[in-house]
T-cell receptor
Framework: AQTVTQSQPEMSVQEAETVTLSCTYD???????LFWYKQPPSRQMILVIR??????QNATENRFSVNFQKAAKSFSLKISDSQLGDTAMYFC????????????????FGKGTLLTVNP | DTGVSQNPRHKITKRGQNVTFRCDPI?????LYWYRQTLGQGPEFLTY????????KSRLLSDRFSAERPKGSFSTLEIQRTEQGDSAMYLC???????????FGQGTRLTVV
């Protein structure tokens, strides 16, 4: 079974600053996906960024980037130039790859980090 | 494409009553998931459908829970004889293919009093 750990229940950052959210995971799989999801207050969860484990290059989406350390099983999210709209719960999630056999592509989530961007 | 729709958004029920939630996935998404999210926790997997077939159920899904997806379109999640511990946000997600993005609905918040 996979586990995902987010050790920072809450974080805050000033608008326009950079913040990094931490995530570690445990798995015996070699091929998998990692995700960061954003859940704004009273709104649905949306995908921020995803990383395929077999790709060494860290994923980047505009102001969002990850630092994926496969050997350390670490997957942190960096948000640059933070905006007020970034205020939300952020969840790190794991999913077995389709080639892993028996995967129903369900997501295993961490407990989340509440990020507050202050003006 | 209006996204994943869940109804109702909120439900308050008395302990012991039965409740049913509905999820309408994005059209042509053949994979549908139910998750439960309690306060301070991340979503936890409950069950998975591929088309109309329920292919996996979590141990979290007790005998009081049942889910269906007739005709492989919308899905319902029923909880019988609700208990206070059932109070949570119930999330539905759908995806089109194996390695594609999962889209989530806004969830149904259940409060059992």
């Amino acid at each position: 079974a996979q586990t995902v750990t987010q050790s920072q229940p809450e974080m805050s950052v000033q608008e326009a600053e950079t913040v990094t959210l931490s995530c570690t995971y445990d798995t015996s799989e070699n091929n998998y996906y990692l995700f960061w999801y954003k859940q704004p207050p009273s709104r649905q969860m949306i995908l921020v960024i995803r990383q395929e484990a077999y790709k060494q290059q860290n994923a980047t989406e505009n102001r969002f980037s990850v630092n994926f350390q496969k050997a350390a099983k670490s997957f942190s999210l960096k948000i640059s130039d933070s905006q007020l709209g970034d205020t939300a719960m952020y969840f790190c999630a794991f999913m077995k790859h389709a080639n892993s056999g028996g995967s129903n592509y369900k997501l295993t989530f961490g407990k989340g980090t509440l990020l507050t961007v202050n003006p | 494409d209006t996204g994943v729709s869940q109804n109702p958004r909120h439900k308050i029920t008395k302990r012991g009553q039965n409740v049913t939630f509905r999820c309408d996935p994005i059209s042509e998404h053949n994979r549908l998931y139910w998750y439960r999210q309690t306060l301070g926790q991340g979503p936890e997997f409950l069950t998975y459908f591929q088309n109309e077939a329920q292919l996996e159920k979590s141990r979290l899904l007790s005998d009081r829970f049942s889910a269906e997806r007739p005709k492989g379109s919308f899905s319902t999640l029923e909880i019988q004889r609700t208990e206070q511990g059932d109070s949570a946000m119930y999330l539905c997600a759908s995806r089109r293919g194996a390695n594609t993005e999962a889209f989530f609905g806004q969830g149904t918040r259940l409060t059992v009093v």
